[in-house]
């Protein structure tokens, strides 16, 4: 996330970059859509700020809002943190759900916000993501969904982890309905959730340099028998590899997938 302001005397007017640390003004910075002018590091996005700059104005509305994580593990200390997450972010969950216009066609959409407990997918995330994509298939209009996750909650066990299938198969929904699915890997796209809906969209877009993976880091080097490349786990890579389909810096993110709402078919009423 983005470094705290400099108490300078003009609080607020500046930012520290997260990636190359250099203080930015604050208003050059969101000019640039949270990417830094510097070093072009792409900057963790709130689902707010993420609905702000892809999407139609005042045409997102949210859905499913009211759902809400038990705690059928009684698992220590969940409930403490699902409220804590609750007050410092001001959702329900990690994922926001619902329908928006892009450049006026009709999408089905959800944003995963990682200030959320890191994105993770529990039963809530896995609901929303599914109803997402059966909107989508029901309605005969692209889904696009925004991932932003370091996995599975691990808090839900077993509950979390049958997310993966359920999402899974409401991919394959859309599929038979002929409903378009686009993905975005903004960073991170990790572990259950690159192995469950994130990795079968029908297009795969990412930021630069988000971090794409299924293990962690240090348990990837820590099970590394050959040399890897310096930017394993990064889009780059997953896009050399053949893994996602193109990169695409943030200024060009809405036209890329307004086009490809318009060249996918659906959407349009
Ligand atoms: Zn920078």
């Known amino acids: 996330m983005l470094g705290k302001s400099k108490g ?24 640039n859509l949270y990417v830094c002018p510097q070093c072009g590091h792409h900057h963790r996005l709130t689902w707010q700020q993420r609905v702000a700059l892809t999407f139609d104005d005042g045409s997102f509305q949210e859905l499913d809002s009211a759902l809400r ?37 009709h999408v089905s959409t959800a944003i995963a916000d990682f200030s959320f407990m ?9 609901e929303k993501i599914t109803r997402t994509l059966e909107r989508a298939a029901e309605d005969q209009k692209p889904a696009i969904i925004f991932c932003a996750s370091g996995g599975a909650r691990m808090q839900e066990g077993l509950l979390s982890l049958m997310q993966m299938a359920k999402t899974t198969a409401a991919v394959a929904k859309c599929r038979e309905a002929g409903a378009p699915y686009i993905a975005v890997f903004t960073d991170p796209t990790m572990a259950g959730v690159l192995a469950s809906y994130a990795s079968i969209a029908d297009v795969i877009l990412a930021e630069p340099k988000a971090l794409v993976g299924f293990a962690g880091a240090r348990v990837s080097a820590q099970a590394q028998v050959t040399k890897v490349p310096d930017d394993f786990q990064k889009a780059e890579f997953g896009e050399r590899s053949g893994m996602l389909d193109k990169i695409v810096e943030r200024r060009a993110l809405k036209q890329t997938l307004s086009s490809l709402v318009r060249v996918l078919g659906g959407g349009v009423r």
Do not use: H, W
């Not at 970059?17 to 910075?29: I, Q, V, W």
């Not at 890191?118 to 896995?126: E, I, Q």
């Open 8 to 31: 300078t005397g003009l609080d607020g007017s500046f930012v520290q970059c997260a990636g190359c640390k250099k203080t930015l003004f604050k208003r050059e910075f969101e000019d």
């Open 118 to 126: 890191g994105g993770s997918m529990g039963s809530v995330a896995g």
């Open 69 to 105: 994580s038990g705690d059928p593990l009684e698992f220590p200390e969940y409930r403490e943190k699902l409220e804590a997450a609750m007050a410092k972010t001001g959702m329900n969950d990690s994922v926001v759900a619902g329908v928006a216009t892009i450049d006026g066609a």
